[in-house]
């Protein structure tokens, strides 16, 4: 006697998952025609399946502004529940893809300048020494406001706590002094003292859009720290260059065009190259604040990951911290 299964009433209530991934991408990029490109079809088919979705839910999730669209109150409510659920399934198929290749995908959560200046040079060593892991690195500024669905495995932040479920390791203080190039140096030769630093050209590092987590040091805060007030520059001084990309000020440092606040550890690859000197001794140490690795709680016996947090660790040793090893909850 065959047994029937009664209907799985969730499954068959459910709409196209077809039509729930171009809603996504056309919520995501605003625009059909974009989302089209992206899911590499035509806009006639994102716009019909679209169409079929607005139908099986009885409302419309799009409104049109100009040549964009945005989405209505409803939109927003089942695009936050879609695109939590695909980043779920996205994930968890690439976990389960990674092993079937023999190889362990962790995601690795830090800044743009981290990324950038410090992290991009060693991940060479870090793969040679682990064949069996990949990585998926997530850049941000804002590391209260992660996209929904996504969990780093590990961050390294100047957080001593994220959210619940991580534990953190303090890594560094902070050690903060201006950078130029030695042509630049050699031709300012008063950036030799700290008035003439003043006077010079600046490339300042401002708040604007950046995270409010940590505190924020600039010029002003540098100078006043050496009891040398900004505001007191001479009128005719050269240009002061304020931008919230920490790449881009060092990338202009680089280029002779200013001196900038270098932070040690995004900075001293490049002094030991020669590309950036120290146009003076005069240092600022945020002895009250620290940079973190935080790790997921539930990742502390997986061995991939504790091979990552101890190698990355390991890359800190001899940094302005005694105990980098000392766990902080």
Not at 226 to 249: F, K
Not at 293 to 322: H, M, N
Request: charge should be negative; charged fraction near 20%.
């Amino acid at each position: 006697m065959v047994k029937h299964t009664d209907p799985d009433m969730t499954l068959l209530k459910m709409p196209s998952l077809k039509a729930v991934k171009s809603f996504v991408a056309a919520a995501k990029y605003q625009s059909f025609t974009r989302a089209a490109e992206a899911l590499c079809v035509t806009q006639a088919a994102i716009s019909r399946q679209i169409r079929e979705l607005e139908t099986y839910l009885g409302v419309a999730l799009f409104k049109r502004v100009g040549r964009a669209v945005e989405l209505t109150e409803a939109g927003a409510i089942f695009f936050d529940a879609a695109q939590m659920s695909f980043v779920n399934i996205s994930q968890a198929a690439e976990r389960i893809r990674s092993r079937n290749a023999g190889k362990r995908m962790l995601t690795l959560c830090c800044s743009h300048a981290f990324s950038a200046l410090w992290l991009s040079a060693r991940l060479p060593a870090l793969f040679s020494q682990n064949p069996d892991i990949d990585l998926n690195l997530i850049t941000t500024q804002n590391f209260l406001s992660m996209e929904p669905g996504v969990r780093p495995d590990i961050y390294i932040t100047k957080m001593a706590k994220i959210q619940d479920g991580y534990r953190s390791y303090p890594l560094f203080h902070d050690v903060i002094y201006p950078v130029c190039t030695p042509a630049y140096q050699e031709a300012h030769p008063e950036l030799a003292t700290l008035k003439g630093l003043r006077d010079g050209g600046l490339l300042n590092l401002s708040p604007y859009g950046r995270s409010q987590v940590a505190e924020h040091v600039d010029w002003g805060v540098w100078l006043a720290y050496h009891n040398i007030d900004i505001g007191e520059r001479a009128h005719d001084s050269p240009h002061v260059l304020n931008a919230n990309d920490y790449n881009l000020v060092v990338s202009m440092a680089l280029n002779d065009q200013g001196v900038a606040l270098g932070w040690n550890h995004l900075v001293t690859a490049l002094i030991e190259q020669g590309r950036l000197v120290r146009p003076m001794a005069e240092e600022m140490v945020l002895t009250e604040s620290l940079h973190y690795l935080t790790i997921r709680e539930d990742r502390e016996a997986d061995d991939a990951c504790c091979r990552v947090r101890d190698w990355l660790l390991g890359q800190f040793d001899g940094y302005p911290f005694p105990a980098a090893t000392q766990l902080h909850r």
